[in-house]
């Protein structure tokens, strides 16, 4: 079977699911962190090499206040439980703004390791993808310019293989424009706390049907 080298998460549906089952739209947050543990142990035992999680977007900061906060503590808690795993862990994401936890500056800026390491993890916080590419026009003359790659924040993410979003919304959300170019993508209709390991599952094995051919 192919399995994809670098696997990106889109983890939505949060605020419709707490929403669903009775509760402020806030509380939805909290229960997308066991599936973000479940989906890093998958790819652990499946080999996947790397693995981006989508935390929130510098627009997501939109939201009420109480959504914020809840949203923010769920991303720093997601890398406390990442952090008794076995991982290689990076955050991206705008730093100079007041909207980025500055508990997790310290995982920024180079790749942490937890355990033994092994799966690269990355986390997109505070994210916004015209942050990332703009950093392409501040005119570095170190900087490469014949590889666009090299000259955005997130240079240190590979090209994603596969994106699998949950929630049924059928949209990038800005999730890493440039190494997204020949992403597949797959979309669970269920809401990311409801996850089960079959909707992984079941989007790895459509990926091993699908004719890779990267523009060729």
């Known amino acids: 079977m192919r399995i994809p080298k670098h696997l990106g998460i889109i983890?939505?549906?949060?605020?419709?699911w707490a929403e669903g089952n009775g509760m402020s739209k806030e509380k939805g947050y909290d229960s997308g962190l066991n599936p973000g543990l479940e989906v890093f142990k998958l790819c652990e035992k499946l080999g996947i090499e790397e693995?981006?999680?989508?935390?929130?977007?510098s627009d997501n900061t939109k939201r009420p206040r109480v959504?914020?906060?809840?949203?923010?503590?769920?991303?720093?808690d997601a890398v406390k439980l990442l952090s008794k795993e076995n991982a290689d862990?990076?955050?991206?994401?705008?730093?100079?703004?007041?909207?980025f936890p500055k508990e997790l500056t310290p995982f920024t800026k180079?790749?942490?390791?937890?355990?033994?390491?092994?799966?690269?993890?990355?986390?997109?916080?505070?994210?916004?993808?015209?942050?990332?590419?703009?950093?392409?026009?501040?005119?570095?003359?170190?900087?490469?310019?014949?590889n666009p790659i090299q000259q955005i924040h997130s240079k240190d993410i590979s090209r994603?293989?596969?994106?699998?979003?949950?929630?049924?919304?059928?949209?990038?959300?800005?999730?890493?424009?440039?190494?997204?170019v020949y992403s597949d993508f797959y979309i669970v209709e269920d809401y990311w706390p409801d996850f089960h390991p079959k909707h992984f599952l079941t989007a790895i094995e459509w990926y091993n049907t699908q004719d890779i051919t990267l523009g060729g």
């Open 11 to 16: 983890p939505d549906g949060n605020r419709r």
């Open 67 to 76: 959504q914020r906060l809840a949203f923010t503590k769920a991303c720093i």
């Open 110 to 146: 180079e790749r942490r390791r937890f355990g033994k390491g092994g799966t690269k993890v990355n986390f997109l916080v505070n994210y916004d993808w015209k942050w990332d590419v703009g950093y392409m026009g501040e005119g570095d003359r170190d900087r490469d310019s014949k």
């Open 89 to 99: 862990l990076l955050v991206i994401g705008n730093t100079d703004s007041a909207m």
């Open 51 to 57: 693995l981006t999680f989508y935390g929130f977007t």
């Open 160 to 180: 994603v293989d596969l994106i699998i979003r949950w929630g049924g919304r059928r949209r990038l959300s800005g999730f890493l424009p440039l190494q997204a």
